[in-house]
């Protein structure tokens, strides 16, 4: 019998950015960038393993919100369109660069990586992400959860009825899309209080993860610290995040990330070219952005202007090493976790998916080799997921979780401090009137219903914990502002108007196309419960 756990958990989210009323919106690249640099190669690495017959179990977290926007149609065509121009630009880069020895091998790197990304996306998955995943989920190597339904912070989420309908709405999502239940959920940002645990449960969640001083802080203090789960009050599984492995792959200063040989993110084509040349590919507004063709790595802590020139094979060669010390380490870790804890220790390493691929380029190769690697080491350590944990039936500590998250600091004020403090006593007259709506109205038809659907979406919207951290972190702070105040202010044009039963049936209707999140969405799931 191997002598551990390894749990790769990989969470995929983005908040819901769609922009209809524009012809391309800046804020949509994310969504764009993040299926080319991270979510098309994860498929091609799961892909691969599956063809070389490589073990393979790895959980993964897929927000709503990501998932609606995959879906969605207009979503869909722009990514074709950017995947167009990229294309095109890739071309005249490989002409511009005909004479360069150093940089014309990238340039033909990024086309390369373009017309495949656009092959994959058009013909091998037939824009559908979801349903190659579920292929996946099929396949049994991989376990897919979710996470509350517009990733909200539930700490602040300020009544039941605001949180139950997060997290059924996220249920209903797995179902859905995937075809059976979500078993696990990721809390977003790690966000926990006790007593959510119940929710969990009434929502047909059997475990979630929490930050390893959730766990270590807990009531009573955990005898396996955090290479255990232990069973909550209501029966909800937690567990908790091995600090070691998060560090090494996490942290760009004491983590792989940031070796020098790696390609650098900050140093782009969309800064550095011809403003002339460059100009087809940005928005309307003519400002400089990131256009995806990075070819310098990041050498050391010199200024940005210094870098050295980017050469794929060291890179490749560092990804190696790095995979070959990540493996090292799991063994070393788990063969004294388990001599010193006298059983065999469960090494949950969760990590945001987008850090595979799009902050740290050689991600998905280093993903692909530490699989394979595993795969060679089954002897002292076997790969997982949290389902199979729980279904190997090892007794479980009874525990109270402490209220923690994965922010600076472990705590909660990266969603609550003197910037974004504001936003709460909006969110939380939102939440209260929203359920005050659904409980006088509870048998509401056609228009009414309709518009009592929308303010449901809006106020979701508005309950995204990216808002708060992107002001927190003046990060696109101006769009999250916003975006914010804009589903704010359409929840109470709604809400006065559903009171005076006055409806512009006009303007519902452009709300309806605008945020179409959700179209099944039922207003009641806020309903007061008699418990």
Not at 176 to 188: C, E, V
Not at 281 to 293: E, K, P, Q, S, W
Request: hydrophobic share 40%; with cysteine.
């Amino acid at each position: 019998m191997p002598k551990g756990t390894l749990a790769l958990v990989l969470h995929a989210h983005l908040p819901f950015v769609r922009h209809p009323e524009h012809p391309s919106f800046l804020e949509e690249d994310w969504l764009f960038e993040a299926i080319t640099e991270c979510y098309l190669p994860l498929i091609s690495i799961l892909d691969r393993l599956v063809s070389d017959s490589v073990y393979c179990r790895l959980t993964l977290s897929i927000s709503p919100t990501l998932a609606e926007m995959s879906n969605d149609p207009l979503l869909r065509s722009r990514y074709t369109h950017y995947l167009t121009q990229r294309m095109e630009l890739a071309e005249k880069e490989a002409f511009r660069t005909r004479h360069d020895t150093t940089f014309h091998p990238l340039a033909l790197m990024y086309r390369a990586r373009y017309f495949k990304a656009y092959e994959q996306y058009e013909t091998l998955c037939k824009q559908n992400l979801l349903s190659a995943f579920r292929e996946f989920q099929n396949a049994g190597i991989l376990e897919i959860i979710t996470c509350p339904a517009t990733h909200a912070f539930l700490p602040f989420v300020s009544n039941k009825e605001a949180k139950r309908a997060q997290l059924l709405l996220a249920s209903q999502f797995c179902q859905k899309y995937f075809g059976k239940r979500a078993r696990g959920l990721w809390l977003a940002e790690c966000g926990y209080e006790p007593g959510l645990e119940s929710l969990f449960k009434e929502s047909g969640f059997d475990y979630f993860i929490l930050d390893a001083h959730g766990m270590l802080f807990g009531t009573p203090r955990p005898i396996h610290g955090v290479f255990a789960p232990v069973r909550t009050p209501a029966g909800a599984v937690a567990f908790g995040r091995d600090m070691e492995s998060s560090r090494q792959v996490w942290s760009s200063k004491v983590g792989y990330p940031g070796d020098p040989d790696y390609r650098e993110f900050y140093r782009d084509l969309g800064y550095d070219g011809d403003y002339d040349y460059v100009r087809p590919y940005l928005h309307t507004d003519g400002v400089r952005r990131n256009l995806g063709f990075k070819y310098f790595r990041i050498t050391g802590e010199n200024d940005l202007g210094q870098r050295a020139p980017y050469n794929p094979d060291l890179a490749l060669a560092r990804v190696r090493e790095h995979a070959a010390n990540f493996i090292f380490n799991r063994v070393q870790q788990i063969e004294y976790l388990n001599q010193t804890l006298n059983r065999p220790p469960v090494v949950v390493s969760p990590y945001d998916a987008e850090l595979f691929g799009h902050w740290w380029f050689e991600g998905p190769q280093f993903l692909d080799q530490v699989i394979r690697m595993s795969a060679l080491n089954q002897n002292t350590f076997r790969l997982a997921t949290l389902s199979e944990v729980l279904e190997e039936g090892t007794d479980l500590l009874n525990q109270q979780p402490a209220g923690s998250s994965w922010g600076a600091h472990g705590y909660h004020q990266v969603w609550l401090n003197e910037r974004n403090q504001w936003l709460y006593r909006h969110q939380h007259w939102a939440e209260a009137s929203m359920v005050e709506l659904a409980d006088r109205f509870p048998n509401a038809e056609g228009t009414l219903a309709r518009m009592l659907n929308q303010a449901a979406r809006e106020l979701l919207l508005a309950e995204s914990s990216d808002w708060a951290f992107l002001i927190s972190q003046r990060t696109s702070a101006t769009y999250a502002v916003r975006r914010f105040r804009d589903h704010i202010h359409r929840f109470k044009t709604l809400h006065d108007e559903i009171l005076r039963q006055n409806f512009d049936s006009e303007e519902l209707e452009r709300l309806e196309a605008r945020d179409n999140i959700f179209p099944d969405l039922d207003y009641r799931i806020f309903q007061k419960r008699k418990d």
